[in-house]
């Protein structure tokens, strides 16, 4: 079985600054796909961004971005220029052999 | 184009009573999905199915039965409700290609 962890159950950004959600993971393949996906109050879940294992470049997406370490098996997202709109549970996920794994989330507040 | 849907949204079920939630995607999607959420633990995969006709078991799947009997629609059972089974439960549906997965608004059980 694959396992994710996200460490921090809970942070605080103050708007405009940037901040950092941790993830790591564990599996044996070397052929899989990650993911952190947000889920505001709404409880809707949406993608944030994703990445291939077999990809070394780091995926970027506007404001957000993550710094894939594939030997350490970390995959943390970088959120820049926090908005009010980013706050919200963030959920890390590995994606291997038609299933996904996600870790238990982090809670991102976000101060004015 | 609705996406994924889940029907319904709430419930509120006895201990021993049976339901079916219905998930429904009109975007061609060959794979779907079924998780629950619980605080503290992220989504955990119940079960999933690869194409029409077929299922198979996810990493919590014991008190749950599935059935895809159409491409669009992913039903989930439960046939004696427990306690334990209160919690909100996801579907998603995915290309095999993309890794993507697109999710429904999730319906809320609570089992008494």
């Known amino acids: 079985a694959q396992t994710v962890t996200q460490s921090q159950p809970e942070m605080s950004v103050q708007e405009a600054e940037t901040v950092t959600l941790s993830c790591t993971y564990d599996?044996?393949?070397?052929?899989?796909?990650l993911f952190w996906y947000k889920q505001p109050p709404s409880r809707q879940m949406i993608l944030v961004i994703r990445q291939e294992a077999y990809k070394q470049q780091n995926a970027t997406e506007n404001r957000f971005s993550v710094n894939f370490q594939k030997a350490a098996k970390s995959f943390s997202l970088k959120i820049s220029d926090s908005q009010l709109g980013d706050a919200a549970m963030y959920f890390c996920a590995v994606y291997n052999f038609n299933k996904f794994y996600f870790g238990s989330g982090t809670k991102l507040n976000v101060k004015p | 184009n609705a996406g994924v849907t889940q029907t319904p949204k709430f419930r509120v079920l006895k201990t021993g009573q049976s339901m079916t939630l219905l998930c429904a995607q009109d975007?061609?999607?060959?794979?779907m999905y079924w998780y629950r959420q619980d605080p503290g633990m992220g989504l955990r995969l119940i079960h999933y199915s690869v194409g029409e006709g077929t299922t198979a078991k996810g990493e919590v799947p014991d008190g749950y039965n599935v059935s895809r009997l159409k491409k669009q629609n992913f039903l989930l059972g439960l046939e004696s409700a427990a306690p334990s089974q209160t919690s909100v439960y996801f579907c998603?549906?995915?290309?095999?290609?993309?890794?993507?997965?697109?999710f429904g608004p999730g319906t809320r059980l609570t089992v008494t």
């Open positions: 975007m061609n999607h060959e794979y």
């Open positions: 599996t044996s393949e070397s052929d899989y796909y």
């Open positions: 998603a549906s995915s290309f095999p290609g993309k890794k993507e997965q697109y």
